[in-house]
């Protein structure tokens, strides 16, 4: 990989970040909520009310507020929730934190069940047990993860009684009933992302199959185990990177409603009582590190293919 | 036309697609007609019923017959999701179509935006802006319509690019044909048919986002039939009545198939060269 | 023993709408340090019999007949048997060396597996033997060659390597099935010297499928003539070609070029002024990219076209020769406005210094046709609505209804009037570049541009559009910009003959002075590539 390559890329996600801090700061902007109202309340006299608002800097025009608020962001201070009073930054990354964990076992799951199920999918093409597979993506894609999870909850917690229903318990205090919690929310998660990458997979791996080269190596006498293992999979599973990067974009929006339903206090929560309690600075903060996540994610994606795929010209 | 209906029906996907599509817009369009009961009467005594000969989806917390609100309901489901599509599918084509033209630098920075705004996850998108506009079924619709607009426009900009690739772009060309003429005659009907096909599966995706949203409580407000809201508020209700649950759920993923379904066989029926 | 033995061999797949047969009847043989030429044009079966041979054939394929491998039954083989034959008894050698590598392994690794599975061999003794056979075909650095992805190679390397993985387990078959189609001539010379070389000294069997006669009749020592899945005709070459028997071997023989047999008979008129000058087009591609011109590196802007020159004649059929990336199509596209270029056009007297200084007149009068008749007619308009448009733009309705004008320009290319009512992807590929012929001549163009407009056709249904072409020719006068890669063919039709290498004009000369006249060492050097036709392998 050629340091143009590097550099353009970092001149990407800087880029990229910054249109999405103006984004998020222009659209939360323009609500009609009243920071300063809220800060005081309905019966505050006009002049506390204009000299909060001058102390808050609202009437400073937008663009000058955003690179108030963007340059604090840059420092670290994310500003004060208008609902708790405390600074922002602590509480949303403490937050992240915990949604990353929920993440990234989603992301585990989803690439153990879903790799399997594509390249066997792929590999017995036609049969009943792909058509079966095939169905069952199907359906798994077309369900909200609000539909799922409360079916599972239904199942798993109400009626067999297996698996808590909700709440939080973090994996340091305890981690067997941490890890309980943690069950139904990150299956109901991967649900859509195990069906949409099995199907992916499946379909890049039919037609890698299907390629010159892959017959030339069945041709040149090759066992089907290493012409599957060695020839195809590594064409195959190359693009798989860019997907799970791409559905990463799902998983956070999944994040936000599975956090609401088992009540966990992730990064999606806060959002939604954020947005619930128009508590400005919170819902910027929310949004703005919940999308830097995701084009993080996707810039991390995009080096790792770039390493691995010889045919990228670099620069 | 006809002879896209005979080819749709060659395959499962198409023929399946269009039987739900079909059924799912005949309901939207005459639900609030064809509904035994009125989606809004209380009718306390007859609270949790479960399938029942007088009301064949059972009742909710209030009494009301689940099939009638569920066929009411249809309509902000349905065709809201539809509408938010193509509301997102004209935007974007639009903004593809025309980075596509005019091409080099300015195309390349459109389209860099465009994906630091694809950043922004679909649903988070939504959120902000039902937030900013205010809680309703129209916001909802003009959230997951802007939402969808840069992905959108990053299909029709790719395809519109490979079509601009193609000899017969460079025959038009050549005989000195006007722009007008190219983009309409030469381009367009090869661009519409795979951006109709994208857009026929966003329309799964946009159901299931309208109906999280509502979920959420940022869609459609109670206490209006649609079908996120009906599963949100069913679930407290779960240990008296799962059927208050489940026909909802039910309906939601069936549209959401029949339209991914509708989607891939439209895909096959629409190649010109099969 | 032969080494291969095809016996009464008959092959149907089972389509929709029934069986439909690939190969009926067929029968030959192929002994020890034979080369046995299967020619046969597209849909011939030529490539099913491969796939035959090596047990590569779908589940909807249905075989009777029999094909052995010495001793070796073939067909009614069991799934082991065929894996032992597999790579080391039989061979194979593909057409497109850029597609039949996997892109993400070495070369190295693609060579070296056949060695420890065939041959037994450690890791470490393969990568030394493959690194011996690399130098064995002719590959200058083998130690750096093994470590290449194919990417990195060029398509000569990548087919020599091919060519080594094949003889590596010194098999005693080896299929190749059109090994240099996909390469520029003089790459193809040299493989074909070295599959020459490689047969004469391990005397494989060689099975060598190929549509071209003239590389046929270079390597091969027997020849079978194959024709919708019926073996015509077979015997040794020189019999067959100097004294065939069957009629559809004999139109193949007349359809192949032959630079000797003028098609042409007109002359441009030597007085007349030119009716097209190019003074000095250049072309360039690439753009600044703000990342390079930011680290100070020098700009690469790739040259399509380097200050080319070039005069036609009205009725002159001028060829233009070269390999790919010559800049012959870069350059027939600067003389049709698609590509934006510096220098000078003057038509007909008329300057043109730029793509806006193009006007009605001159499009009318410059008409371009393009190689891939599957991309050139939009695949959403019928033929009527695709040749109708010429006429609306330069209005050559002449009076009579734009139905009538179209059936008369079908009838011109021999194409029933009835087609005007067709979509592209209902018409052969033939008879989709008659319709952008007859798309061309509407406007009654005084030049045509023809870029490679026969290279993907079969040589059967070259020769047809070729006749017509000709044809048109001698009724409207037209001239002809001839693009093509194919010196033998060029040689028939050209008055003159203009060699690009690398952007450049390098020579320009009158057919009548070819071959001995050509000056240019590129020119000499692709003359001396091109196969002589069906002359007698020595």
Known sequence: MSPAYLLKRLALIGYTLFVVSLLVFGITQILPADAATMLLGENATPAALAAVREKLGLNDPAWLQYWHWLSGVLQGDFGTSTRTGQPVGPTMFTALGRSLQLALLAILLTLSLALPLGIGGAVNRGKAADLGVSITSYIGVSIPEFVSATLLILVLADWLQWLPATGYVPLSENFGRGIEHLVLPVLTVSIIMIAHISRMVRSELVDVLHTDYIRAARLKGLPPRTVLFRHALRNALLPTITIVALDVGYLLGGVIVVEEIFALPGLGRQLIVAIQTRDLPSIQAGALIMASTYAIANFIADLAYAWLDKRIQYG | ?274 | ?538
């Open chain 3, 1 to 538: 023993m032969s080494i291969l033995s095809v016996d009464d061999y008959s092959l149907d797949y089972a389509v929709p709408a029934g069986l439909r047969r690939a190969l009926d009847g067929v029968s030959l043989h192929i002994d020890r340090g034979e080369v046995l030429g299967l020619v046969g044009e597209s849909g011939s079966g030529k490539t099913s019999l491969a796939w035959a041979i090596m047990r590569y054939l779908p589940e909807s394929a249905k075989e009777s007949g029999r094909i052995a491998l010495g001793s070796q039954p073939l067909t009614g083989a069991t799934p082991g048997e065929i894996a032992a034959i597999r790579g080391k008894r039989i061979g194979m050698v593909f057409q497109d060396p850029g597609t039949s590598l996997n892109p993400t392994l070495t070369l190295g690794a693609q060579l070296s597996e056949v060695l420890v599975l065939h041959r037994g061999l450690a890791k470490k003794e393969a990568e030394t033997e493959g690194e011996a056979l690399l130098a064995r075909v002719g590959l200058r650095n083998p130690a750096a060659m093994m470590r290449r992805y194919p990417h990195e190679a060029s398509g000569g390397e990548k087919q020599r390597v091919v060519i080594a993985t094949a003889f590596a387990c010194q098999p005693e078959l080896i299929l190749f099935d059109e090994p240099t189609t996909a390469l520029d001539v003089i790459t193809a010379r040299q493989i074909l010297d070295l599959f020459a070389e490689l047969q004469e000294e391990t005397h494989v069997a060689s099975l060598y499928i190929s549509h071209d006669l003239a590389v046929v009749s270079a390597i091969a020592n027997r020849v079978a003539v194959i024709h919708r899945g019926h073996i015509v005709e077979t015997g040794p070459i020189g019999d067959v070609f100097a004294k065939p028997r069957d009629s559809y071997t004999k139109m193949l023989l007349e359809a192949v070029p032959r630079p000797g047999h003028r098609i042409v008979a007109t002359q441009p008129d030597a007085q007349s002024a030119p009716l097209l000058a190019a003074d000095r087009i250049g072309v360039t591609y690439g753009r600044k990219s703000f990342v390079s011109s930011l680290l100070g590196r020098a700009q690469e802007r790739f040259a399509g076209n380097r200050e080319v020159s070039l005069t036609i004649r009205p009725g002159e059929i001028l060829g233009i020769v070269g390999e790919s990336g010559s800049g012959k199509s870069t350059l027939a596209k600067a003389l049709t406005g698609l590509n934006p270029f510096t220098g000078e056009i003057r038509f007909g007297g008329r300057a043109i210094a730029n793509l806006r200084a193009m006007d009605e007149a001159y499009r009318r009068d410059v008409q371009i046709i393009f190689q891939n008749p599957d991309s050139s007619l939009n695949p959403r308009q019928r033929v009527r609505e695709i040749l109708s448009r010429p006429l609306a733009l330069y209005g050559e309705t002449k009076g009579g209804k734009t139905r009538d004008v179209i059936a008369g320009l079908l009838e011109q290319v021999r194409l029933p009037a009835e087609f005007a009512d067709r979509f592209p992807h209902q018409l052969s590929g033939g008879e989709k570049q008659r319709v952008a012929i007859a798309r061309a001549f509407a406007s009654n163009p005084k030049l045509v541009i023809c870029d490679e407009i026969t290279s993907s056709l079969d040589v059967s249904v070259q020769a047809a559009v070729i006749a017509l072409l000709v044809e048109l020719q001698r009724i409207h006068g037209t001239s002809y910009l001839f693009i093509t890669h194919d010196l033998n063919l060029v040689r028939q039709i050209a008055h003159r003959i203009a060699v690009m290498y690398r952007g450049a004009l390098v020579e320009l000369i009158d057919v009548s002075r070819l071959p001995e006249g050509a000056v240019n060492g590129y020119t000499r050097e692709l003359l001396a590539a091109v196969p002589a036709p069906l002359s007698a392998r020595a």
């Open chain 2, 1 to 274: 036309m006809g002879e896209l209906f005979a080819r749709m029906r060659r395959s499962p996907q198409g023929l399946l697609g269009m039987i739900l599509v079909a059924t799912m817009l005949v309901i939207a369009i005459t639900g609030p007609w064809i509904a035994p009961y009125d989606p809004e009467t209380f009718a306390p005594l007859l609270r949790y019923k479960p399938p029942t000969f007088e009301h064949w989806m059972g009742t909710d917390q209030y009494g009301r017959d689940i099939l009638s609100r569920l066929l009411v309901g249809a309509r902000s489901t349905v065709l809201m999701a539809m509408l938010a599509s193509a509301l997102g599918t004209l935007a974007g084509a639009l903004i593809g179509t025309t980075s596509a033209y005019l091409g080099g630098r300015a195309d390349e920075a459109i389209m860099r935006t465009i994906d630091a705004v694809m950043s922004i996850p679909s649903l988070l998108m939504a959120l902000l802006i039902v937030t900013l506009l205010g809680k309703s079924s129209v916001n909802a619709l003009f959230a997951i319509g802007i939402a969808f607009t840069p992905g959108m426009a990053r299909v029709t900009r790719s395809v519109a690019l490979a079509v601009r690739k193609q000899d017969y772009v460079s025959a038009a060309i050549a005989r000195g044909e006007s722009a007008r003429y190219i983009v309409w005659r030469e381009m367009l009907p090869n661009v519409v048919a795979p951006i109709i096909v994208e857009m026929t599966i966003r329309v799964a995706f946009a159901v299931m986002l309208f109906a999280t949203l509502s979920f959420l409580g940022l869609g459609a407000q109670p206490p209006k039939p649609e079908w996120g809201l009906m599963v949100s508020e069913s679930r407290k209700y779960m240990g008296q009545s799962p059927w208050m649950i489940l026909w909802p759920s039910l309906s939601i993923a069936t549209v959401a198939i029949g339209f991914n379904l509708l989607g891939d066989g439209l895909r096959d029926a629409l190649n010109p060269r099969t």
